[in-house]
């Protein structure tokens, strides 16, 4: 079953305007630098990869329960945690600090910290219809810790 990412406006707007922030920059220095038409090829190119990679990670974020893992998918990346790795899940409303902090697939601040046992060891997710996903994980993974933070 996949799970599309919860959306908040004010986090889109954040996410957003750093993307801004950054394609700005390389935009003022495509256009002051004294560059050769290769030179500036390039740089444009990477001004379209770089904004394709940031839009697509905010924008195009789910979450799918397959046979054997969780796959996350966040744009172009994903990452696949097995259930017997997942060891718990907190339901949370994100600090705007958690939201800057940590290794994190989501677009509001309402979501989950799932903590698993190799890697990073937890990650930051915001599923739609949290009580859906976790059902779905729970009988995906019987020894599943869930709490709730508050």
Known sequence: MVFKSKRDVALIALFSSNIFLILIALIVVLT??????????????????????LVSSVLF????????????RNGLFFKKIPYEQISKAVSVQFTMTDLLSGYRVLSSRDGL???YRYGASSIKISPTNKALFLAELQQKTPELSIEKDD
């Open 113 to 115: 910290i799932l903590y």
């Open 61 to 72: 974020i789910s979450y799918e329960c397959r046979e054997t893992s969780l796959f996350i």
């Open 32 to 53: 002051t630098l004294n560059l050769d038409s290769l030179e500036k090829a390039f740089l444009g190119g990477l001004i379209i990869v770089t904004g394709g990679l």
